[in-house]
C-alpha cells in the first residue's frame, strides 16, 4: 500500500480516522475564537445596560469559564482521550450549557445567541459523521425551552417569543437533518475513494512483482528519450552497473545502441540488439500518450532457445517413452538374426554385413537408452561417494569399454566424499570415459582421472591426451544431437549435463593445451 492511502489506515479510536480528529481541532478552533470574543464582549459592555443588572459580570465569568473549556478541550483532543464520541458529545453539550447560561444575563442576546448554537449542531454533524445529530438538535432545543422557561419566571415576554423559540428549535432540527444526511453522502464518498486507493496500491503492487519477476526486460521510455522506469532484469540484460533514475536518465544514456534502434522501431518490428550478455531481442509498445511514451520489451533469445529446446526434448522423451518397448522388440529380434548369419556366414562380405546390421542395431538400442535415462533423471537416489566407492566404479566401467588398465591414471584422495545418484553417476563417468578413450593416444597414461578439493567444492576432472575440442566446436559440446563422431548420437555430453544438474552439479568443459579436460564440480565435505 502506498505512501498516500497509509494515513486513511491510523484509527486515533476504533472507527474514526485521523480526518475527524483534524476536523474536531478546527471546530474547536472555532470555539476558542468565539470564547475570546465573548470574553472581550464582556470586558468591554459588562458595565452597559445591555446585559441585566449585576449580570454583566456573570457574563464574563462565563465567557471565561467558556475559554477555559476550550482550551482544555485542546489537550484531549491531542491525548485523543477520552474517545472521538466522547469528546465531541461534550464539545455540543458545553455548547449548549454555556450558550445558554450567557442568554440569561441580557435580553438584548438572548435571540443573537441562540443562533449560535446551530453552528455547533451543524458542525458536530459534519465532524462526528452525522451519528448523534438529532439528539444535538434535541438537546438544544430542550436547554432552549427550559432557558425560556425561566425567563418566563423573572421577566413577561411577549407571546411572539413562543414563536421565536419554536422557529429556532425546528431550525435546530432542520440543519441537524441536513448534516446528518449531507455527511453520510460525504462518508460515502469517502469510503469508495478510500477503496479506490486500497485496489489501486494493491493493483500497484501486483504490477510491481509481476514486471520484477518477469524473465523479459521492460523499459518504460518518454518521447524525448526519457527513462521512466527501468525493471531490475532490463538493467541486467542491458549490463548496466549504475542506477537509473526515472524521469532524469536518458536512455541513450543507458544503452546508446538501444535508443538508436528505438528511433526506427516500428510496434510490429522485432529487431535483434547485440549486447555482451547475449542477443535481445527488442519489442516496442506504444503506450498512447500525447508524448508518445512506450514500452520496451527486451527477450533473451538464448532463454527462448532453450526453452524451446527444453520442450523439444520433452515431446522427444514422451514419444520415446511411449514407443520404446515396441522399438527394443523389434532391435533385438534384428541383433539375433545378425549374430546368427554372422555365424552361418561362408565369406568375409556376408560377415562384414551381418556385422554391420549388428552395429547398427546396437547404435539404435543405445539412443532408446540414453533418452529414457534422460526422462528418468528426476528420479534421485543420492548416497555418499568416496574413494571406496568411485575406484571400483571406475575399473568396471574401464573393463566395460576394454580399456586397459595402465591407461587410465587414478588419483583419488581417501578423504574427500560427496552426495551423488550411484546409476546418475555413473551414465556421466561411462560417458565421459569411453569419450576420452575415443579421443586419446591409447597409450599408458592417456587419461587421467583426478579428485580434489577447491574451495567449497569437490571437482572430479576426467583428460585425455588426445587433439582437444576445436575453438568452434565448444559452446555446442552440451547440445542435444551435436556430434561429431558419426557412430555417435549426440546426447550423450548432453544427457550428462542434464544429470550433474539434477544433482545440484556442474558439468562444464575446460579448455587446456593437452587434449580435452572435463570437470564435475559438486558440493562436499571432508
Not at 521492460?218 to 537509473?244: C, E, F, I, K, N
Not at 545378425?338 to 539404435?364: F, P, S, V, Y
Request: aromatic share 8%; net charge neutral.
Amino acid at each position: 500500500m502506498n505512501a498516500a492511502a497509509q494515513p486513511l489506515q491510523r484509527f486515533a479510536t476504533q472507527g474514526y480516522f485521523a480526518s475527524h480528529w483534524r476536523s474536531l481541532d478546527y471546530f474547536n478552533l472555532y470555539r476558542l475564537s468565539l470564547a475570546m470574543a465573548l470574553v472581550f464582549t464582556g470586558l468591554l459592555f459588562g458595565a452597559s445596560d445591555m446585559f441585566y443588572e449585576g449580570a454583566g459580570e456573570r457574563f464574563q465569568a462565563y465567557a471565561y469559564a467558556y475559554l477555559i473549556a476550550a482550551a482544555l478541550f485542546v489537550l484531549g483532543i491531542r491525548a485523543r482521550w477520552p474517545g472521538f464520541q466522547v469528546q465531541l458529545t461534550a464539545h455540543i453539550v458545553a455548547d449548549i450549557i454555556f450558550t445558554m447560561l450567557l442568554m440569561g444575563t441580557s435580553a438584548r442576546l438572548a435571540e443573537g445567541m441562540g443562533l449560535l448554537l446551530v453552528v455547533s449542531i451543524a458542525s458536530g454533524g459534519l465532524v462526528g459523521s452525522g451519528r448523534l445529530t438529532l439528539l444535538y438538535a434535541s438537546i438544544a432545543s430542550i436547554a432552549l425551552l427550559l432557558q425560556h422557561g425561566f425567563s418566563i419566571l423573572g421577566d413577561s415576554p411577549s407571546k411572539g417569543s413562543y414563536f421565536q423559540v419554536g422557529l429556532l428549535c425546528i431550525g435546530y432540527f432542520a440543519i441537524g437533518w441536513l448534516a446528518h444526511t449531507l455527511t453520510q453522502r460525504a462518508l460515502r464518498s469517502e469510503t469508495l475513494a478510500q477503496q479506490q486507493a486500497e485496489e489501486l496500491a494493491l493493483l500497484n503492487r501486483i504490477n510491481a512483482l509481476a514486471i520484477e519477476n518477469s524473465p523479459d526486460g521492460l523499459l518504460a521510455v518518454s518521447g524525448d528519450g526519457v527513462v521512466r522506469h527501468a525493471s531490475p532484469r532490463a538493467l541486467a540484460l542491458l549490463g548496466m552497473s549504475t542506477p537509473v533514475v526515472p524521469g532524469v536518465t536518458r536512455l541513450e544514456t543507458c544503452s546508446p545502441e538501444l535508443a538508436q534502434l528505438a528511433q526506427q522501431l516500428s510496434p510490429n518490428a522485432t529487431p535483434t540488439l547485440n549486447t555482451p550478455n547475449g542477443p535481445l531481442r527488442v519489442r516496442c509498445m506504444p503506450l498512447a500518450t500525447a508524448d508518445g511514451s512506450r514500452v520496451l520489451v527486451l527477450e533473451d533469445q538464448s532463454q527462448a532457445e532453450q526453452a524451446a529446446q527444453r520442450l523439444k526434448l520433452a515431446a522427444l522423451g514422451r514419444l520415446t517413452a511411449n514407443i520404446a518397448h515396441e522399438i527394443r522388440n523389434p532391435l533385438s529380434a534384428i541383433s539375433h538374426a545378425a549374430q546368427l548369419l554372422g555365424e552361418e556366414a561362408h565369406d568375409a562380405t556376408q560377415t562384414k554385413w551381418a556385422g554391420l546390421i549388428e552395429n547398427n542395431a546396437r547404435r539404435l538400442d543405445r539412443l532408446v537408452e540414453e533418452v529414457l535415462t534422460l526422462n528418468r533423471r528426476d528420479r534421485l537416489n543420492p548416497t555418499g561417494i568416496n574413494n571406496a566407492t568411485l575406484a571400483p566404479l571406475i575399473a568396471e566401467l574401464r573393463q566395460t569399454e576394454d580399456i586397459p588398465a595402465d591407461a587410465v591414471s587414478v588419483s583419488l584422495p581417501d578423504r574427500l566424499h560427496f552426495q551423488f545418484d550411484p546409476d546418475h553417476l555413473r551414465q556421466i563417468l561411462w560417458n565421459l570415459l569411453r569419450n576420452a578413450w575415443h579421443a586419446c593416444s591409447k597409450n599408458a597414461g592417456s587419461i587421467q582421472i583426478r579428485m580434489h578439493k577447491q574451495g567449497d567444492q569437490v571437482q572430479l576432472e576426467i583428460q585425455d591426451d588426445g587433439a582437444g575440442v576445436p575453438p568452434e566446436h565448444q559452446g555446442k559440446l552440451f547440445e542435444p544431437f551435436f556430434t561429431t563422431d558419426a557412430q555417435g548420437t549426440g546426447l550423450g555430453l548432453f544427457l550428462a549435463r542434464e544429470l550433474a544438474e539434477a544433482n545440484y552439479a556442474v558439468l562444464a568443459y575446460v579448455p587446456s593445451t593437452g587434449g580435452a579436460r572435463f570437470r564435475l564440480s559438486l558440493y562436499g565435505s571432508d
